[in-house]
C-alpha cells in the first residue's frame, strides 16, 4: 500500500474510500443472512481484514494511534458478529473473524482490552458451544502486552472473564460431551496456570495472573471437581491431556502447597478417583505420549502431598475397583519413582495399564 509509511494517511484512506463500500455490503449481508440456510459472510470477513489493516506492528500505547477511533467507530459491527448476527454451521462465520479481529486489535491496540474482554465473555454466555470465543480469550490472555498495559490491571481484566466464561460453561451439562469444548476450557486455563519459579515474568501478565486465580479458591475447586468427574468418560486424548496440564500447572511452590484451604489438597480424593478411572476404562492411555501427561500429574501430586497423594490414590483405585494385582502394581510403583529413570518408569507404568486393559476384557461381554 502507497500510504503505508504514513499510518494517518492509510487510516484516513481506509476510512472514507474503503470503508463506506465494504459497508454497504455488510449491510446487505446481514439483511439476507436471516433467510439463508448456511450464510458465507464474505463481506464482514472482508470489513475485519480490512481493520486489520490499519493496526500497528508492536503494541501502541495511550489513545493517539489514528487506527483506534477507526475501530471503535465500527465496533458495533463486531458485536453484531458475535452476539446478533446468524453463525455459519460449517464455518463458524462471523464470530469466527470477529474473534480473530479482537485479538489481533489487542496486542495491536491494548486500549481495546476491557472492550474486548467484555464482549467475549458476553458471547460466550449466549452461545451453546463458544469454542471460537474460548480459543480468542486463551489467545488475548497469552498476547496482551505488559508493557504497555499494566501487568496488574491487564491481569485483573483477564481474571474476571476467564472466570465468568469457565464458570458459567462448566455448569453446561452439554460441555462434557465436546472434547473440543473442553480441551479449550483447559487450554486456557493452563496457560493462565503456567508457574515460573526459575525465569520471573515468564507467566502471562508478567506473573501477575496466576496469583489472582488461586486466590479464586471456589473456582479453583469447581475446575478440579469437573476434571474429576469428566475425565473418566473422556475418549479424546486431546482433552484429556489438556485436563492432565492444568493440574500439573496447578502445582505452586510451597507457600502456595501450604496455603489454607488449597483446593488441589481438597480435590485430591476427586482427583485421583477420577484418574484412576481413566486408566482402567480409556485405551488411548495405552500410547506412551497420552500416559505421560497422566504420568506427570500422578509423579506432581505425589511430590507436593507425599502422604495426602498415597491415600488418595489408593482410595482412587478402589473406586475403579481395580485388581489387588493392579492396585498394589500401582501403588508400588509411584511411591518408587524416584529410583527409576523417567523413560523406564514410563514404559513400566504403560505395562502396567495393559495388564489392567487386559483383565478387565476377560470379563466383559
Not at 446487505?28 to 489493516?53: C, K, M, N, R, Y
Not at 454451521?89 to 486489535?105: E, H, I, M, N, Y
Request: hydrophobic share 45%.
Amino acid at each position: 500500500f502507497a500510504m503505508g509509511s504514513d499510518i494517518g494517511l492509510l487510516c484516513q484512506a481506509i476510512s472514507t474510500k474503503a470503508l463506506p463500500l465494504l459497508l454497504q455490503e455488510v449491510d446487505a449481508e446481514a439483511s439476507s443472512a436471516a433467510s439463508e440456510v448456511d450464510p458465507p459472510w464474505h463481506a464482514v470477513q472482508a470489513l475485519f481484514s480490512t481493520l486489520a489493516i490499519t493496526l500497528p506492528a508492536e503494541p501502541t500505547a495511550g489513545t493517539d494511534h489514528p487506527g483506534l477511533p477507526l475501530w471503535r467507530q465500527h465496533w458495533n459491527y463486531i458485536e453484531a458478529a458475535l452476539l446478533r448476527w446468524p453463525v455459519s454451521s460449517s464455518t463458524d462465520q462471523p464470530a469466527q473473524a470477529a474473534c480473530t479481529a479482537l485479538v489481533s486489535a489487542v496486542r495491536g491496540l491494548p486500549a481495546l482490552l476491557p472492550e474486548a474482554l467484555r464482549l467475549l465473555t458476553a458471547s460466550a454466555a449466549q452461545s451453546a458451544l463458544p469454542d471460537a470465543q474460548v480459543g480468542a480469550l486463551r489467545d488475548v490472555a497469552r498476547g496482551a502486552p505488559c508493557p504497555p498495559l499494566d501487568a496488574t490491571t491487564a491481569a485483573g481484566l483477564l481474571k474476571e472473564a476467564i472466570t465468568n466464561v469457565v464458570g458459567n460453561l462448566l455448569l453446561r451439562a452439554e460441555v462434557p460431551q465436546s472434547p473440543q469444548t473442553v480441551t479449550g476450557i483447559f487450554e486456557l486455563l493452563s496457560d493462565a496456570m503456567r508457574h515460573s519459579p526459575e525465569v520471573a515474568g515468564a507467566g502471562l501478565c508478567d506473573d501477575r495472573l496466576r496469583p489472582m486465580l488461586v486466590a479464586e479458591q471456589g473456582f479453583l475447586s469447581r475446575c478440579l471437581a469437573f476434571v474429576g468427574a469428566v475425565l473418566p468418560e473422556s475418549s479424546s486424548a486431546e482433552a484429556a491431556r489438556a485436563m492432565m496440564v492444568f493440574v500439573s500447572h496447578l502445582v505452586g511452590d510451597r507457600e502456595e502447597l501450604l496455603a489454607k484451604n488449597n483446593p488441589l489438597a481438597s480435590s485430591l480424593p476427586c482427583l485421583y478417583s477420577g484418574i484412576a478411572c481413566a486408566l482402567a476404562a480409556q485405551e488411548h492411555l495405552e500410547d506412551l505420549e497420552n500416559l505421560g501427561d497422566v504420568a506427570e500429574t500422578l509423579c506432581r501430586l505425589a511430590d507436593a502431598f507425599p502422604a495426602e497423594a498415597a491415600a488418595a490414590l489408593a482410595g482412587g483405585l478402589d473406586a475403579a475397583q481395580a485388581p489387588a494385582t493392579i492396585r498394589e502394581q500401582l501403588l508400588g510403583h509411584v511411591s518408587r519413582r524416584g529410583e527409576w529413570q523417567r523413560g523406564e518408569w514410563l514404559e513400566e507404568l504403560k505395562q502396567i495399564v495393559c495388564e489392567w486393559h487386559s483383565e478387565r476384557r476377560k470379563y466383559m461381554p
